[in-house]
């Protein structure tokens, strides 16, 4: 979404940083550039290290190892009050005994701006985050969205080199999420900070990024745009997390150009299929079919299921399959009222649209001892 609009930040470079407490590697080293001007969104669940990868940013953290630049500059050892980074946290974190206008000016006090200065940057900020009006009243005061908007300009008075937002939305309800969201993009395409942003919130991710990394187990599993993600996962971690999936174990047989000779157990067929280059012949694999390219029919040369389950969604129907191995699967179909339970068909699938995908190890692993 940058793509137009201003590029007012800095780019971000982390060169092999990493973060062990103990024995645990809570971030392996890991190499990551945000372009200037560009918002860069962190998905993974729970425990993958977005957090700590966001934290040795902004500086509250120490790394074990590596380099962190914005710009021109080594931060890497700078307090983070020096870094010029703005961050929002899931809650609010703003200060209960001071009014909306104190916290935002919070920062800009601290950097000792002349007094001038200050009142008009806090106007304009607070009215740019459609704020106008609520300079002097008290932070307990104000609802959740607006909490968050005085996080984000207290975050964005400063005009951070670079903006970081740790689940700022986290707290507020899916209707008020989806108005901040618009807000945020909103302002993301004026401003052009350079952003990494945290969610657990796929649809979130997909209204807000440029490109998004998927972490698990302290690591990038992939960084790439929405379309990398979901079209071409480089493992089956990453498969399963964005989006719905059917993963069936494979045996790899042979690849060449790109392609693959799987031995699928569930359909008890050999079939070439496109292939992430981790699938490779003696590595567990498995076979991604997306629900939507799954394709039914009453005969033919398709795999045979039973239709087990349908159910309508009005213009889509979700039905679940199962294959004669016992394998159950997930078919989304353009809504059609002849598909009955109990009904046996043959599935087959849109060509180019299955993948062979490698089983990566993506649990954190823990060294030897605590050598870190
Ligand atoms: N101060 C600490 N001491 C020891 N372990 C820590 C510390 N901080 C984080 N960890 C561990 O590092 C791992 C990564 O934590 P992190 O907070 O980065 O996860 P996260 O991806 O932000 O998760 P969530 O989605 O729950 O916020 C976790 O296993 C966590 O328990
Ligand atoms: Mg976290």
Same mark, same amino acid.
Do not use: C
């Given at each position: 979404? &940058?793509?137009?609009?201003?590029?007012?930040?800095?780019?971000?470079?982390?060169?092999?940083?990493?973060?062990?407490?103990?024995?645990?590697?809570?971030?392996?080293?890991?190499?990551?550039?945000?372009?200037?001007?560009?918002?860069?969104?962190?998905?993974?669940?729970?425990?993958?290290?977005?957090?700590?990868?966001?934290?040795?940013?902004?500086?509250?953290?120490?790394?074990?190892?590596?380099?962190?630049?914005?710009?021109?500059?080594?931060?890497?050892?700078?307090?983070?009050?020096?870094?010029?980074?703005?961050?929002?946290?899931?809650?609010?974190?703003?200060?209960?005994?001071?009014?909306?206008? =104190?916290?935002?000016?919070?920062?800009?006090?601290?950097?000792?701006?002349?007094?001038?200065?200050?009142?008009?940057?806090?106007?304009?900020?607070?009215?740019?985050?459609?704020?106008?009006?609520?300079?002097?009243?008290?932070?307990?005061?104000?609802?959740?969205?607006?909490?968050?908007?005085?996080?984000?300009?207290?975050?964005?008075?400063?005009?951070?080199?670079?903006?970081?937002?740790?689940?700022?939305?986290?707290?507020?309800?899916?209707?008020?999420?989806?108005?901040?969201?618009?807000?945020?993009?909103?302002?993301?395409?004026?401003?052009?900070?350079?952003?990494?942003?945290?969610?657990?919130?796929?649809? =979130?991710?997909?209204?807000? &990024?440029?490109?998004?990394?998927?972490?698990?187990?302290?690591?990038?599993?992939?960084?790439?745009?929405?379309?990398?993600?979901?079209?071409?996962?480089?493992?089956?971690f990453v498969a399963g997390f964005i989006g719905e999936s059917n993963l069936l174990p494979v045996r790899v047989l042979s690849t060449a150009g790109g392609q693959a000779l799987v031995d699928v157990e569930a359909f008890r067929r050999t079939i070439s299929v496109e292939t992430a280059p981790g699938a490779v012949p003696g590595e567990p694999a498995s076979l991604l079919i997306r629900p939507e390219h799954i394709e039914l029919a009453g005969d033919g040369d398709g795999?045979?299921?039973?239709?087990?389950?349908?159910?309508?969604?009005? =213009?889509?129907?979700?039905?679940?399959?199962?294959?004669?191995?016992?394998?159950?699967?997930?078919?989304?179909?353009?809504?059609?009222?002849?598909?009955?339970?109990?009904?046996?068909?043959?599935?087959?699938?849109?060509?180019?649209?299955?993948?062979?995908?490698?089983?990566?190890?993506?649990?954190?692993? #823990?060294?030897? #001892?605590?050598?870190?």
């Amino acid at each position: 979404m &940058s793509q137009t609009g201003p590029r007012s930040g800095q780019p971000l470079r982390l060169t092999r940083v990493s973060k062990a407490y103990g024995g645990f590697k809570a971030l392996e080293p890991t190499d990551l550039v945000v372009n200037a001007g560009e918002f860069l969104t962190l998905l993974g669940p729970s425990g993958s290290g977005k957090t700590t990868l966001l934290n040795l940013t902004a500086g509250y953290v120490e790394p074990t190892g590596g380099e962190i630049r914005i710009g021109e500059r080594d931060v890497t050892r700078l307090p983070a009050r020096h870094r010029n980074i703005g961050m929002v946290f899931q809650n609010y974190a703003l200060f209960p005994h001071m009014s909306v206008g =104190e916290n935002v000016a919070y920062g800009l006090n601290v950097r000792r701006l002349p007094k001038t200065d200050i009142a008009r940057k806090v106007a304009g900020i607070l009215s740019l985050m459609r704020l106008d009006g609520f300079a002097e009243r008290p932070v307990q005061q104000l609802s959740g969205g607006q909490q968050q908007r005085v996080a984000l300009a207290r975050a964005l008075v400063i005009e951070p080199d670079v903006l970081l937002m740790d689940e700022p939305l986290g707290a507020l309800d899916k209707q008020l999420r989806r108005s901040v969201q618009l807000e945020l993009r909103r302002l993301h395409q004026r401003l052009g900070r350079t952003t990494i942003y945290v969610t657990h919130d796929q649809e =979130e991710a997909l209204v807000l &990024s440029d490109r998004v990394a998927v972490m698990d187990g302290g690591r990038i599993q992939q960084l790439g745009t929405v379309d990398d993600l979901y079209d071409r996962p480089v493992n089956a971690f990453v498969a399963g997390f964005i989006g719905e999936s059917n993963l069936l174990p494979v045996r790899v047989l042979s690849t060449a150009g790109g392609q693959a000779l799987v031995d699928v157990e569930a359909f008890r067929r050999t079939i070439s299929v496109e292939t992430a280059p981790g699938a490779v012949p003696g590595e567990p694999a498995s076979l991604l079919i997306r629900p939507e390219h799954i394709e039914l029919a009453g005969d033919g040369d398709g795999v045979p299921a039973e239709i087990v389950e349908v159910i309508y969604l009005g =213009e889509l129907t979700q039905i679940t399959l199962r294959l004669e191995s016992g394998q159950a699967i997930a078919a989304r179909q353009i809504t059609d009222r002849a598909l009955q339970t109990g009904a046996r068909v043959r599935v087959s699938w849109k060509s180019g649209h299955v993948r062979a995908v490698p089983h990566f190890p993506s649990k954190p692993t #823990k060294t030897e #001892k605590a050598d870190a």
